[in-house]
Every structure is written in structure tokens, then in C-alpha cells.
């Protein structure tokens, strides 16, 4: 039984007895320290306390437990907690699939509150996508997205920002033109709303043109609406950065890779500062600059960039994100067009398993690597 449901006797930071003695961990502070405070087996005289130092998910994980000793395990607080502990868990690649079940059960759970079931199932979809789980991600996508349209209708920011996130899935299992259609209607509903120019309005516009990135006939009107975001959007901010990132991968796709280049390089600097070295957007900006490095026979260097880039991918984000596959993917490309099969073919056998296992055996990503693989001599 999951240790949600019962009392747990030991864990990995129980302390256990000491020199025969029984401790009693005491929650303190926000993520800083737990008092563990040692007494005799009757509980009457404490013979130490001492502090130590604990880490965001384990404070989260003590908080809770206390929580459902003191309170039960579906008070409202006590669920609280608990969205808050798998919160703090789905940030580490590692316990990923415990986050999930944790936040499998809590939606379970608070099926006859909305108001905080609707968030819960919010994070539950980012960590089925960040996990690769992209066939479950929609399903409860569109669950989410149906009971937001219940709860504060079909206008509702929130509604609509989860009908954005429906259709990045989408875009990721092929289905550009179902997104297309689902962004369309939410860029109208934004602007009426809220204005053509307002933020989250070029956001979603920024996202419906993604839709139109896939096909070679719509990347002109792609690239426009990448330069009307830029020119409705003052100063540095991570929408521009985005659109200034997809506008760079629209250049690629046209082929004009010296223009895409330089603006990679800029993105490169620009998320370095505001975000630092190691973090996912600007991993995500470097492994563009790799891919535009190589479209300019720069070969070494892009491939060297490249693996750096996948390295770091599955550190942050998991060896199963798209994002990572798809890294992967071009990785293997890139040895295989210089001719090491040999170094090529693992990488890609490994990533046909991981699309397989996101997006389904009948895929076409699937069914195109797989049949990459077929020319490899494998």
C-alpha cells in the first residue's frame, strides 16, 4: 500500500533509535530544518535536540506527514500539503513517477472540490508531458480544460491557458492541424477579451504559429506572426524571447541558416544572463545554435554543442522528455551523416524506444526513424 494511505513506520531520513533512545522529528521554518529531539522511552526527559539542515522535498514530505498524523489524511490541509510535497518532488527527474501518483490520487481524491482539484490536475499534466506520458497528458488535458470551462467558462484565462497547453501536446504528437483549430479560436477569444496586443494574447499567438511551423507552405505567414509579437511586445521579456527563438527556427526551416545563426547567438547570451548557464531555455537556445552550426557545415563544433546540450537535457528534464528525444535524434543524425553508424545507430535505436513509448508505435516519427534505422543497416 502507498505510503500516502497509512502511517509510514520508517523512512529514508527516520532517524530510528538512538543509543536506545526514541526520536520525534518536529517540522520548523519553510524548507530550512527539522528539530529532531531525543528523549527516553517514556517520552519524559529530553537528553538532546539538535537541528538539521533538510532539503526543499523532504521540509514538504515531514510537513505532510505531520499534517495527516495530526489532522487525517483528507482534511484540507492535510491535502494541501500533499499538493505541495508532490509539487516539490516533480521538480527532481528521479522521483518524477512518485509525484505523479501522488497527484493521480490527490485529483482522485478531491473530485467534489474543483476550486483545488482543477490546480492539482494543472501539475499532474505538466509532469505527464515533462515525463513523456504525451497520449495520457492529453486525456487529462482535456479533462482539465473541461472542467476550467465549468468552473469560470470558456473566456477564463485559466481555461485558456490550458487550451495553449493542449495544443503544444498536440503539436508534439503530430496534430498540427487539430491545434491549429484550437489555437485560432483561443487567439480570438484572447483578443476580444483582452486586446490584440495584450500579453497573453501574443502568447497564444505565438503558439498558434508553431502550429504552422510543421508545414514548408506556412512558414511566411509562421515568420509573421513571429515579427508581429516582436513588434507588439516592448523590451526583454520571455515572450520575446520566445518569439525571438521560434523566429530563429522558422529561418532554418527556410534555410536561411547565417540570419538564424546570429540570432542564436544572441539568445544564447541573452538567456545566459537572465537565467544563467545551466538552465533549460538556455540549453534550449544552444541546442538551436548547434542545430544552425551544422546547417553550416560546422560539424565539429555543432556536435560537440549537441551532446553537451543532451547531457544536460536529461539531467534537467528527464532521458524521456520530447525535448530530449528529440535532441537525441539529431545527435545520431549528425554522426550518421559523417559516416559513424556505429556511434549513430544506439542513439537512435534508443530513441525510437522512447518516441515509442510518448507517442505510440504507430507514430510518424516513429515509423519515419524507424525506417532511418532500416537504411543504417539495422
Not at 479560436?185 to 500579453?199: E, F, I, N, S, Y
Not at 531555455?281 to 538551436?288: I, Q, V
Request: hydrophobic letters at 40%.
Amino acid at each position: 500500500m502507498a505510503f500516502w494511505r497509512k502511517k509510514r513506520e520508517s523512512t529514508d531520513h527516520h532517524l530510528g533509535d538512538v543509543n536506545g533512545a526514541e526520536t520525534t522529528d518536529h517540522y520548523v521554518g519553510d524548507f530550512g530544518s527539522a528539530e529532531i529531539k531525543v528523549t527516553d522511552r517514556q517520552g519524559e526527559l529530553p537528553l538532546v535536540s539538535i537541528t538539521v539542515s533538510m532539503t526543499p522535498e523532504f521540509a514538504c514530505g515531514l510537513d505532510f506527514q505531520n499534517k495527516r498524523d495530526e489532522l487525517g489524511l483528507h482534511h484540507p490541509k492535510t491535502l494541501r500539503a500533499l499538493h505541495l510535497y508532490a509539487f516539490t518532488l516533480g521538480d527532481l527527474p528521479d522521483r518524477r513517477d512518485e509525484a505523479i501518483e501522488l497527484l493521480d490520487w490527490l485529483v482522485a481524491a478531491l473530485t467534489d472540490d474543483p476550486e483545488n482539484r482543477l490546480p492539482a490536475l494543472n501539475d499532474l499534466t505538466r509532469l505527464l508531458q515533462d515525463s513523456g506520458r504525451l497520449a495520457v497528458a492529453e486525456q487529462r488535458l482535456r479533462e482539465a480544460l473541461s472542467g476550467w470551462e465549468r468552473l469560470r467558462g470558456q473566456d477564463d484565462p485559466q481555461t485558456l491557458q490550458i487550451a495553449g497547453v493542449l495544443a503544444g501536446v498536440l503539436i508534439d504528437l503530430g496534430r498540427r492541424e487539430e491545434a491549429e483549430g484550437l489555437m485560432r479560436d483561443t487567439v480570438a477569444r484572447r483578443a476580444r477579451a483582452l486586446g490584440a496586443t495584450h500579453p497573453e494574447t501574443l502568447t497564444s499567438m505565438n503558439i498558434l504559429a508553431g502550429t504552422l511551423r510543421g508545414s514548408p507552405s506556412r512558414l511566411a505567414e509562421a515568420e509573421r506572426m513571429y515579427e508581429a509579437i516582436l513588434a507588439g511586445t516592448d523590451g526583454i521579456n520571455d515572450l520575446i524571447l520566445l518569439a525571438r527563438h521560434n523566429l530563429a527556427a522558422v529561418l532554418i526551416h527556410q534555410g536561411r541558416h547565417a540570419e538564424a545563426l546570429e540570432r542564436y547567438r544572441e539568445l544564447v547570451d541573452i538567456r545566459a544572463r537572465l537565467h544563467g548557464d545551466d538552465h533549460r531555455l538556455t540549453w534550449s537556445s544552444r541546442r538551436n545554435l548547434a542545430v544552425a552550426l551544422n546547417s553550416l557545415g560546422h560539424f565539429a563544433d555543432a556536435e560537440a554543442r549537441l551532446a553537451q546540450v543532451l547531457d544536460a537535457y536529461r539531467r534537467l528534464i528527464g532521458p524521456r522528455h520530447a525535448e530530449t528525444l528529440a535532441t537525441q535524434t539529431s545527435l545520431a543524425a549528425m554522426k550518421a551523416n559523417q559516416g559513424r553508424t556505429t556511434e549513430a545507430v544506439p542513439l537512435l535505436r534508443d530513441a525510437i524506444e522512447g518516441y515509442r513509448g510518448t507517442h505510440g508505435p504507430d507514430h510518424p516519427r516513429v515509423r519515419h526513424l524507424t525506417h532511418v534505422l532500416a537504411q543504417l543497416g539495422e
